[in-house]
Each structure stands twice: as C-alpha cells, then as structure tokens.
C-alpha cells in the first residue's frame, strides 16, 4: 500500500513514521521549506539564544510526546505555571474570584455540554459572578482562543482544573520533529519540501495528489493540514464531499510575541515569576524553570485579530509599554536585546494557531475520523478523539490513529 501524508507538523509526521515503520510507501508533501509545521524552533537574527516561534509546551505527563521524547534521548524541564497578574498597578494572584471552586463543581455536576456564556447564564448570573465570569471569559479567549458564546464545558473542565505537571522539552521541539523525520527517512519514506497540495482527485484506492511542484499518486492519502486551511477549503477535492463537519470545531487566533533581554530583570523583584495577565488582554510568561532572559508576549483571539492590522515594531511598542507599567524601574526599552513577532491570524499559511471544542464538536470528529471510503483521511490537533485538543500530543495521538486505521486495511 502507497500513502501521501499531506504536511510535516505533528500528525503527519507521526504517521508517516507509524505508517514507515511497517512497511508501508510513504510520501509526505509538506508546502513550506522546513519540517515542523506550528512548532518551529530556530534562533533568529540578534537572539543569542533558539526561540520556539510556534508550540512550546508539554501539556502534562503525556504518554506519547514523552515515550518519543525519551525514544529520541531528549531532555525536558518542568515548566512554571504560577500565575500572577497586573491589575490596577499592582501585581496580585490572577484568577482571585472567591467563587472558582463552585464553578469547578458545577462544571463536574453537567449531565449536558453547554457553552461557557450559556453556562454563567444559567449558574453564575448574579452579579456576584461577575469577577468570575470576567476571568473565566479571559481565560477562555486568551488562551484556548475560543469564543465564550461557542466554547464547550465539558472541553475546558478537566483542562482548566489539571494540576499535572507541564513541562517544555529543553531543546526545543525542532530535534523531536528531526528525529521522526529521520525515522521515516531510515525506513525509506520520503518526506518533500516545497510541495504545496492544491487539488486532490480521489476514487476508493486511489489518489492523485496536485501540488506546485508535480502530482503525486497513491492508494490513501492523509491530510494534516491546519483546520484553519480545512476551513477555508485552501485543497480542493474531486469529487467534493460533505465537509461541513470542518466548521464544527473552533480555531483561534494569536499572534505570539518574543523578546529577549540582556538579562532577566523580573528576577529582581519577582524571582518565581510564570505567567503575568494584564488588563489589556496580554499575557506574557517567562522560560521558568530554565534560566534564560526571554519572555513571551501572548495577544489571543479577538485582540490577536485587532492587533493583527498593526505593524511588528508597534506591537512589540505595546508589549514593552505593558512592562513599563508593571517594571518602572527595569528600563525595559535599554535592555531588550532582540525581538521577534510571529503571527498565527486569518491568513495563510495556517489560517489560525489552534483549535478548541464547542458542544457539538465531538460528534463532528468521530465523523471525521471515519475518512472518506477508506481512502482519504485526516488527523491533526483538532481531530483528537478524547476532545482534548490544541496540542502537540493531539496531533501525535491523531497522527498514529489515522495511520493504524490504514495498517488495518493492509
């Protein structure tokens, strides 16, 4: 059996080393210059240091992104989830509403998925909530990316009550992704570089697969791009198919902010520092517990899509006059030694950053899942079959779902 794997991210390279590894022809067509898709780790012009331009964490003790990690003789460090925030010129603890832990338990108490707007309606109504819907919302657009009026419960309880460990491998995503790639290499797959798929021709097995660069013919095909580009339908398909399904699962905006400085001056005050929200909607967030003077800047969803119209120098402007206001002695501006801004809006070549869940999502992807008669398949993030999106470990577990659904119809 002969496969395509349309993209390098996460999901397809997971399953073209899945599908590799067993002896079945693999291609992958990837349309950008490099592996890696939303994780991307490379050190730009002025950083002394590598910067993660996409994915950056490890959401948790997460049995396959570890298992590779350690399969590849990687290391990773636990990364810090304190909390702080920046309100009223002031530091305090973010998240503070008294009322958290009764949201938790109605949360657990829901026999029926709702939306987090539909939720607070019905439970959290009076205006004694109000503190705790504020910081619910900001949590959920900033940074799930999602739309409170769409966003599902039953998605962000368990995410947003988790005390697993988070980690970030330490260095970087980038020798993870290389050593899939060289395992599906070893075992005599191919993985092409600059081959951007713009029409797919497709019979029950068999596919002919259009790019810039060529056309490319297999038995099944799995296509791993962004949901953003399923979204804007960026492939055309012949014979078209029902693909409203796409549209039932959400994809947000961001636009991801790094700066590095001469040294990290938020030590001096506030040594333990994670994450910072402040009241602009921008979250920043330091490389906690390894010791290296950057910080990311965070604009989510409807700011991110704002912002998005403003040029690289202005928003880094913003970012650095957010410190100001938080570190008036640290004379941020004299100190920043590089930065660099990274946009995952409405365009092309991922139409977003990630996915999340709303209520009727889980029924959307169990079709999905199901592929198209045996023959074209999808996976990536926003496939994840337990609904826990919008990480690097969806899109592996995706990845190795859709390629042992192939090996089946070996």
């Not at 002896?23 to 910067?51: C, K, M, Q, W, Y």
């Not at 607070?120 to 739309?147: T, V």
């Not at 002695?329 to 709303?358: C, H, L, Q």
């Amino acid at each position: 059996m002969k496969t395509i794997v349309i993209g390098a991210g996460a999901a397809g390279l997971m399953a073209a080393y899945e599908l590799s590894r067993k002896g079945v022809d693999v291609i992958v067509l990837e349309a950008e210059n490099r592996i890696g898709g939303r994780a991307h780790t490379f050190t730009p012009s002025g950083f002394a240091n590598f910067i993660e331009a996409g994915a950056e964490f490890i959401h948790g003790s997460l049995p396959l992104t570890l298992r590779l990690m350690k399969k590849a003789k990687l290391e990773y460090a636990e990364a810090s989830m304190n909390m702080d925030a920046f309100r009223n010129g002031k530091f305090v603890t973010a998240f503070h509403s008294p009322y958290w832990e009764a949201f938790e338990t109605k949360a657990f108490e829901l026999k029926r998925d709702c939306t987090l707007s539909e939720f607070f309606d019905r439970h959290f109504s009076d205006a004694k909530y109000d503190q705790l819907r504020k910081e619910a919302f900001e949590m959920g657009q900033g940074l799930d990316l999602a739309d409170p009026q769409r966003l599902s419960v039953f998605c962000i309880r368990d995410e947003w009550t988790s005390t697993e460990t988070q980690y970030r491998p330490v260095s970087g995503y980038a020798p993870l992704f290389g050593f899939l790639a060289d395992e599906v290499s070893r075992n005599h797959g191919k993985i092409l570089l600059d081959h951007k798929v713009r029409h797919i021709r497709w019979e029950k097995g068999n596919v002919e697969v259009q790019t810039n660069n060529g056309s490319f013919s297999a038995d099944a095909v799995i296509v791993t791009t962004t949901l953003g580009n399923l979204q804007k339908r960026t492939i055309s398909f012949e014979p078209a198919f029902d693909d409203r399904f796409f549209d039932a699962v959400g994809f947000g905006e961001v636009i991801k902010i790094l700066m590095e400085f001469e040294f990290p001056f938020w030590e001096k005050t506030h040594p333990e520092l994670g994450f910072l929200f402040t009241e602009d909607e921008f979250t920043f967030w330091t490389q906690l517990s390894l010791k290296r003077p950057l910080l990311t800047g965070w604009i989510g969803n409807d700011r991110a899509s704002e912002i998005a119209k403003k040029d690289d120098e202005t928003i880094v402007e913003l970012l650095l006059s957010k410190l100001d206001e938080a570190f008036p002695k640290a004379d941020v501006r004299k100190i920043v030694r590089a930065k660099a801004v990274f946009r995952y809006t409405k365009s092309e070549p991922t139409n977003g950053a990630y996915s999340w869940t709303m209520p009727e999502s889980k029924k959307a992807v169990s079709q999905i899942n199901k592929g198209i008669a045996d023959t074209v398949w999808f996976a990536g993030e926003a496939f994840e079959r337990t609904g826990d999106v919008g990480t690097v470990e969806a899109a592996f577990g995706s990845g190795r779902y859709i390629a042992r659904k192939i090996l089946k119809l070996k």
